[in-house]
């Protein structure tokens, strides 16, 4: 597999200037789908995408593991018993 890692800057919080990153390459995703069931019968299906990972170069947490920021993005499904829908009019 290609190393694709590239350097950049990430804003880590609003309003603070953006601090040195590293890309980093995923090489592995078990993203698994979290359900719920609703009082009316509906049933949602949700799961986090990682999009971006980047380790914020010399930024350590309090165990002196690496800073990381993920880009991400919610996904969601929805299934819906007849009875819960608006009636057509």
Known sequence: MADI???G???IRPGEPPKDAEFMEVR???EKWN???LDDGA???VKLAALEVWRIENEYDKDNNPMYIMK???LMT???PESAKRRSK
Do not use: A, G, H
């Open 72 to 74: 991400s993005q919610n």
């Open 5 to 7: 890692r590239r350097k």
């Open 9 to 11: 800057k990430i804003s």
């Open 78 to 80: 929805v299934t819906v």
């Open 35 to 37: 359900e719920y069931e």
């Open 43 to 45: 049933i949602l299906r």
């Open 28 to 30: 592995r995703s078990d």
